[in-house]
């Protein structure tokens, strides 16, 4: 991968110490240090190659191809370093691991993960692998979804990253190598700094031959990674720190990346600025846009980055101003390398890593956010726009599923090249639900405000406590798809209910509503106890009447309420369904209101508090007459026992 966004990704994570085993090393370590990977390479591979082999002299070696996007040769060089069975830093077992996928040794990589775990247990790229061992198989699942083939634009050198404006595609081009436009070699790619140029996308999507674009913002070093306006006459792009004539460097000397901007005047690019909050200290590069272009979003590894290269954003105030970077935040941006952000019309963040799980070197990531403007989620977007190498610089026309990405992949033309893809089938994002309700009285239906609810997991472990608000409405929050959970409501006065929910395997909010019953229920003459304490139907064995076990549990709850008051008398009204004859139904019901009586008798009650009718179907609820379809559940409402006060 030979880009720029490495430029700023080493950063000098590695060791600069010097091995004096001989000047060549020396000379090695010292174009190492200054990002002169290319020489770096031809001096420390000679040096191998007559026997100086050290842990230093390896990872370098490794290392320079691993930042220059040659992981096949990394592999190589790593393997030997793992070889020496020698004490290797953590960060070595991930790149070894990202360089093994890359050639294919995919159990090679995940042991190479297994034990990065183990070695830095805190590193999330450790964390992830050990709770997504399958990762292989839920990127297989994303895959087959695009049609990809090759531009048809590239160059022998590197072509990458893309924009549209208008009816042009922009992309990044080292081709310029001779003539009026060429330019200075740089030794961490050994190729030319790289240039802009635009292609126009016919009707057909078909591209034309490529031509120099803005040459008037061209400067000896590199220009790259542009985005722009919809109205076409604003551009931010990346930059070396030269300006007006002026290089900066930081206090090693290196010239590093910031953003610019340009305006569109008379079809001339003008106005050249920097933005703000570039520094000579750190590198700025490959800015996005929202789709309100109200927000910018960029790479850096300013302040406050969480790994070798973070994507920040930042507010584009009304005036034309911004307001302060902030870190998208450790869902996307990892220890490892995030860069080339593009964000679509749906708001969909995509982006390339190599600290997610993938298919080796940089893969393409896609995140959406959530209500609250956080990001919950990363995907892998699968094969075939992903590989074994670097794929990088996604950019789709969420219309016409048409876009461009970058790839090293195998059977490229040059070192970087820019392909055309179709998205034939949309992406299945993961599951996401809400969990929320309503907690209420369940006589009135009243909302109950200030009640305490609980969400307890499958175990019984706590996992949120909160309060219903003065609508008697909680929500939880996200919760897992396809998990079982436990919810228990309190309220002073209230019994406490505590039921559980399985949510769904699909995207949306599991609405549980929860309505709580009185510790107290008052009751007068004329109510029926079987509503206050829900009892719907006093259950006999088919054509019976003798009480059943479960029958008496209810009627003891009636049996209790009337020992407690005295001087209560109730009339037990029997009632069944419209089927078998009138005849029938009414003996039947009236058999089983007076084997009610006598289990209550039997339990204590005094007979002349007891009073009692089977009323058969005289009284039916519903429609369910003679001769009247209906369901089950229809002819079950029927089928009830009433216990109603008819004094205290």
């Known amino acids: 991968m030979k880009k720029i966004v490495l430029q700023f990704g080493l950063m000098m994570l590695v060791s600069t110490g010097v091995y004096s085993q001989s000047g060549k090393i020396k ?13 770096a390479i031809k001096t420390y591979e000679k040096i191998a190659d007559k026997g100086y082999k050290s842990v230093e002299v390896l990872e370098k070696l490794g290392d320079s191809y691993y930042f220059n996007g040659k992981l096949d040769q990394a592999a190589k060089w790593y393997g030997e370093l793992f070889a020496l069975s020698q004490d290797v830093e953590a960060e070595y077992y991930y790149r ?82 001779s003539g009026v436009f060429s330019k200075r070699v740089h030794t961490w790619t050994g190729e030319s700094f790289t240039n802009m140029y635009a292609v126009t996308i016919n009707q057909d999507g078909s591209l034309s031959q490529p031509e120099r674009f803005a040459k008037e913002i061209n400067t000896r070093f590199h220009e790259a990674t542009p985005v722009f306006t919809k109205d076409g006459n604003t551009m931010y792009f990346t930059r070396n720190n030269f300006n007006n004539g002026k290089k900066g460097k930081d206090s090693a000397k290196t010239t590093l990346l910031k953003v610019y901007r340009a305006t569109l005047k008379d079809g001339k690019w003008t106005n050249v600025t920097e933005l703000p909050f570039n520094s000579d200290s750190y590198s700025v590069a490959h800015p996005a846009l929202s789709p309100d272009e109200k927000t910018l979003y960029f790479v850096s590894n300013m302040p406050g980055t969480l790994g070798l290269s973070d994507i920040f954003k930042v507010d584009i105030k009304a005036d034309g101003s911004f307001g302060t970077p902030q870190n998208v935040g450790p869902t996307i941006n990892t220890p490892g390398r995030e860069t080339f952000p593009f964000v679509t019309e749906n708001n969909e963040l995509y982006f390339a890593s190599d600290g997610h799980l993938g298919l080796g070197g940089l893969d393409i990531f896609v995140s959406k956010p959530a209500n609250d403007g956080t990001y919950k989620k990363v995907m892998n977007i699968g094969a075939p726009a992903n590989s074994p190498k670097d794929d990088f610089a996604f950019l789709i026309n969420t219309t016409t599923k048409k876009g461009f990405l970058t790839s090293n992949r195998e059977g490229g033309q040059g070192a970087d090249d820019i392909y055309t893809f179709i998205e034939n089938i949309p992406l299945q994002y993961a599951c996401e639900q809400l969990l929320a309700g309503v907690v209420t009285d369940s006589e009135t239906g009243a909302p109950l405000a200030n009640a305490t609810v609980t969400l307890f997991d499958e175990n019984f472990k706590v996992l949120k406590t909160i309060t ?181």
Not at 27 to 39: F, M, P, Q, R, V
Not at 547 to 559: N, Q
Not at 619 to 640: I, M, T, W
């Open 468 to 648: 219903t608000d003065a609508n008697g409405n909680y929500n939880f929050g996200e919760v897992d798809c396809k998990r079982k959970y436990f919810v228990k409501a309190e309220l002073p006065a209230y019994n406490t209910r505590e039921i559980s929910v399985i949510i769904p395997e699909t995207s949306g909010t599991t609405n549980l509503p929860l309505a709580l019953d009185k510790t107290v229920k008052p009751v007068q003459t004329g109510d029926d106890l079987a509503k206050t304490f829900g009892i719907k139907i006093i259950y006999f064995d088919l054509d019976k009447w003798n009480i059943r076990p479960d029958a008496a549990v209810d009627l003891a709850k009636i049996v209790e309420v009337m020992k407690d008051y005295p001087k209560m008398k109730i009339d037990v009204r029997s009632h069944t369904d419209s089927r078998q004859t009138h005849q029938y139904n009414e003996r039947l019901s009236d058999r089983r209101a007076k084997s009610t009586i006598a289990w209550m008798i039997k339990q204590g009650i005094d007979p002349s508090r007891l009073t009692g009718k089977g009323y058969g179907e005289t009284q039916l609820l519903n429609k369910c007459a003679d001769g009247v379809p209906c369901s089950e559940a229809e002819h079950q409402l029927n089928r009830r026992s009433e216990f109603i006060i008819i004094s205290m």
């Open 27 to 39: 000379t090695a370590n010292k174009e190492y240090d200054n990002y002169a990977y290319i020489d």
């Open 96 to 177: 070894y691991a990202q360089s093994l996928k890359s050639v294919g040794d995919y159990e090679k990589a995940n042991q190479m993960l297994a034990k990065f775990h183990e070695k830095n247990a805190s590193d999330v790229r450790g964390k992830m692998y050990r709770n997504q061992t399958d990762y292989l198989e839920v990127i297989k699942r994303n895959s087959g979804r695009f049609t990809i083939e090759n531009a048809g634009i590239n160059s022998q050198y590197s072509d990458y990253g893309s924009a549209f404006t208008g009816d042009k595609m922009v992309f990044v081009s080292a081709r310029d190598t």
